[in-house]
């Protein structure tokens, strides 16, 4: 019994714990309703505070002259400041002001039917009280109108609606617009928001021709101005804008949100290629002729990337930049649209850098879309003739004065070995060598460094110049094998039938299909004649294969000659296309569109 007693009149350690437990929580949570109450109490302290403070400014507006009725270096001019500080219950408070004159509809509206011939009707005086060291503090908004004592009579000013519009055309409302009128007297600056219905209206502004400088922006979107007619844009699209006495000037703009480019430099092979400069140039014009909103130089990094951010909606061109590489293509096919605030990845795809260079874009009429397999021959000054394919990657050597002994194909002018019978002293020319001062030794051949391209690969063609030699030297006195592999080591040179015994001549270019699907490539060139007093010449070796990574529609022609080139672009199921182009820049683009027959 006495046992029994103890236990019914002492706790258990488990409703000690469960007792500390609902008692921590009735503490916490009243500590946290204590907290709430306080921070809303001093919210409410705050808010308070910002009307008295609101109060004081309107009064200080209402007891001016109606003519002083406004803000220092803004328009109207006036005796109020644009941002002022005020202290209140140890807050400090932050008054920004805008005043702005009316034109009420009561008696028409200035450029409307009937028109207002002095639109000031009366001014609405607008503060924004902010405060940076309250807590739970939103910003807060007052406004006052202010009229004149006498009657209106009519003005010599004007207004100023300025419109902002998005992409699509749609209102944009709370758009920033900067105003600067430094012709005025005196000058002033506005600085102000769009309403609901995307528009900012100044009504009793000064008159002026064009002396209105206009900026429409918004935080994460583009911006749109009027711009300076100057010697970098003599006839800007945009210029400022001007006012005249009891007229109405409209002025729109477009702005958007921005997006961004990720852009990589690769070579045909898909290689990375570090630090390639490219021009990006857009669609849009602040001038005529020919003075673009966005035109800039880009160099990628040493990963063959640029990130390039904050860009507007617009449509996109590619072209070189920079002394080391040439664009000769993109993928996709430019101009590349991006909208707003899309993300576009693409490659713009270069080779090294090479006098005079063309590239041809060949696109669908319609659609504009890439066409593949269009044949685009170009022939020109000094019996220039060569032939490319659309959606082909070329590859290609023109001068062997390097020497012998490179195993890759770094160095353009180099090549791995040779017989000794062949001339490679002579820039831009193999030869056969001469063994006297009138005879040349009647054979010999050259094999080249590897060629990389990056990745498996399909093989088309192997093309070299001139096709045409002397007659002196007998048929076939230029003669081709390839040797293709994926371990860049076991080099078994073969001809068109996929055997040793076989040669490429130029009736038959088309490279065994056996090659296909191969990494690493060498090319071997055998020369002979018939005559020894005349030796068969090769200035260019070329071979075409298909990659992920080159150009779609696109070919490219380097080392051309100053003068005016003809291209003349076939395929089947289209009209074939000539056009003629002169050469001079070290850069040049040529956009071909063929009709369907």
Not at 159 to 186: E, T
Not at 333 to 340: C, F, T
């Given at each position: ?341 899309a993300n576009q990845q693409l490659k713009v795809v ?54 012998s002994g490179q195993a890759d194909f770094t160095n ?186």
């Amino acid at each position: 019994m006495v046992g029994r007693a103890a236990k019914s009149n002492g706790f258990t350690l488990v409703e000690t714990i469960v007792s500390l437990g609902v008692f921590a929580i009735i503490i916490v949570a009243s500590y946290q309703a204590i907290i709430l109450t306080t921070r809303v109490a001093n919210a409410a302290r705050a808010q308070i505070a910002a009307a008295a403070v609101a109060n004081e400014q309107m009064e200080v507006a209402r007891n001016l002259l109606y003519g002083e009725v406004g803000v220092n270096g803004s328009w109207p001019p006036g005796r109020l400041q644009a941002t002022k500080t005020v202290v209140r219950d140890n807050r400090t408070f932050t008054v920004n002001t805008t005043v702005r004159s009316i034109d009420d509809p009561f008696d028409g509206t200035i450029g409307g039917s009937p028109n207002d011939t002095a639109p000031g009707d009366y001014k609405l005086v607008d503060l924004r009280i902010s405060c940076s060291n309250c807590k739970n503090y939103t910003t807060q908004r007052f406004n006052t109108w202010v009229g004149p004592i006498s009657l209106e009579s009519s003005s010599t000013n004007g207004a100023l609606f300025i419109r902002a519009f998005d992409a699509s055309g749609i209102p944009l409302p709370g758009a920033d617009v900067h105003v600067v009128n430094s012709s005025a007297s005196p000058p002033f600056t506005i600085d102000d928001v769009t309403n609901n219905d995307g528009i900012l209206q100044l009504v009793d502004v000064p008159p002026g021709v064009k002396t209105y400088q206009i900026t429409v922006s918004k935080s994460g979107y583009s911006t749109d101005r009027t711009y300076t007619a100057d010697g970098g844009n003599p006839n800007p699209t945009k210029p400022h804008a001007t006012v005249s006495t009891a007229t109405l000037t409209q002025a729109s703009f477009s702005i958007d949100v921005v997006g961004s480019m990720d852009v990589a430099s690769v070579d045909t092979a898909c290689s990375a290629v570090a630090n390639a400069g490219f021009k990006m140039t857009g669609a849009k014009l602040i001038g005529t002729p020919s003075v673009y909103k966005y035109n800039v130089d880009h160099v990628t990094d040493a990963s063959g990337v640029k990130n390039i951010s904050d860009v507007e909606w617009d449509s996109y061109s590619f072209s070189s930049s920079g002394a080391t590489y040439d664009v000769i293509g993109t993928i996709p096919l430019a101009p590349i649209g991006l909208n707003p605030g899309a993300n576009q990845q693409l490659k713009v795809v270069v080779a090294p850098k090479n006098s005079r260079r063309l590239v041809v874009a060949v696109r669908d009429n319609t659609t504009k879309q890439p066409l593949t397999d269009a044949s685009v021959r170009l022939t020109g000054p000094s019996s220039y003739d060569q032939t490319q394919v659309t959606d082909r990657g070329y590859l290609m050597q023109t001068d062997w004065v390097g020497g012998s002994g490179q195993a890759d194909f770094t160095n353009a002018t180099k090549y791995w070995s040779q017989d000794t019978f062949i001339k490679t002293s002579t820039a831009g020319q193999l030869q056969l060598v001469k063994y006297s001062s009138q005879h040349y030794y009647t054979s010999g051949n050259l094999t080249s460094s590897t060629f990389d391209l990056g990745a498996p690969t399909d093989f088309n063609q192997i093309l070299w110049y001139p096709q045409n030699q002397p007659s002196q030297v007998g048929a076939d006195s230029v003669r081709m094998q390839i040797a293709t592999n994926n371990d860049n080591a076991t080099w078994d040179f073969v001809g068109p039938d996929g055997t040793a015994g076989t040669y490429y001549t130029v009736t038959n270019p088309n490279l065994w299909t056996g090659h296909d699907g191969n990494q690493y490539l060498r090319y071997k060139v055998y020369l002979r004649t018939a005559n020894e007093h005349y030796t068969p010449t090769v200035s260019d070796v070329m071979f075409s294969f298909t990659s992920a990574c080159v150009p779609p529609g696109q070919v490219s022609f380097a080392g051309l000659a100053s003068g005016t080139f003809t291209a003349t672009v076939t395929k089947s199921g289209y009209t074939t296309k000539t056009q003629s182009i002169s050469v001079s820049p070290s850069w040049q683009l040529l956009d071909i569109s063929m009709t369907p027959l």
